[in-house]
């Protein structure tokens, strides 16, 4: 039982451009929604959150947006650049943080030069 | 500021061992959870702990998996015996609270990748 799901295993981008990931879920208990970005052989690092309250946050190339509505949320990175090359997991909460973060399978950003 | 510290690294193992593994997580944080990726997947939450107590462990296979929090700092996850299955890589992770404005913002170790043959 996937509650989070990114259906996109892969994403290739040109330098320059805009990459944008989408994530899916279906539990409507999640108020908080990250993304982390992952690089081989290295943990998770958080990357950005919205609380469910928002529908928009910006924190320099990176914006997440969230529709409560579609159960859907993005990440927008632009312009896109090679360090951006990883692997992001979108991940939610609910409760509050009580629980753990429930994660998605991740897709595999390539940025191409 | 020093990261959660995982160990061994990797380790390599028939089905039917035991192994350990130890996470000292970032100083101060008061909750710690392992998490499980199995390749292609994102991570999956076996075990979270609130200081040395356990706050959710329903994910966690506990015929074959402990883990434990002695004084609320280091912690070790142990399976025994392990199956194929159990292939993987265990990631520690701490954070300061929950529940506050910086909720969800988990930091992760390095992991450590387990490969049972």
């Known amino acids: 039982d996937q509650q989070v799901k990114q259906n996109s295993p892969s994403l290739s981008v040109q330098e320059g451009r805009i990459s944008i990931l989408n994530c899916d879920y279906t539990n409507s208990m999640f108020d908080y929604f990250l993304w982390y970005k992952k690089y081989p052989a290295e943990g998770p690092t958080f990357l950005i959150s919205?609380?469910?309250?928002?529908d928009k946050n910006e924190d320099g190339r990176f914006t997440v947006f969230l529709n409560k509505s579609a159960k859907h949320l993005s990440l927008h990175i632009v312009p896109s650049q090679p360090g951006d090359s990883a692997v992001y997991f979108c991940?939610?909460?609910?409760?509050?943080?009580?629980?753990?973060?429930?994660f998605g399978k991740g897709t595999h950003l390539i940025i191409q030069p | 500021e020093a990261g959660v510290a995982q160990s061994p690294r990797y380790k390599i193992i028939e089905k039917r061992q035991s192994v350990a593994f130890w996470c000292n997580p970032i100083?101060?944080?008061?909750?710690l959870y392992w998490y499980q990726q199995i390749l292609g997947q994102g991570p999956k939450l076996l075990i979270q702990f609130q200081n040395n107590g356990v706050v959710d462990d329903s994910q966690l296979p506990k015929d074959r998996f402990s883990a434990e929090r002695l004084k609320g700092v280091d912690s070790t996850l142990k399976i025994q015996p392990a199956k194929l299955e159990d292939s993987a890589v265990y990631l520690c992770?701490?954070?300061?609270?929950?529940?506050?404005?910086?909720?969800?913002?988990?930091?992760f170790g390095e992991g450590s990748r387990l490969t049972v043959l």
């Open positions: 100083s101060g944080h008061a909750t």
């Open positions: 919205i609380s469910s309250i928002k």
């Open positions: 991940a939610a909460l609910r409760g509050g943080g009580a629980d753990g973060l429930t």
């Open positions: 992770a701490s954070s300061s609270q929950f529940g506050g404005p910086n909720t969800g913002e988990l930091f």
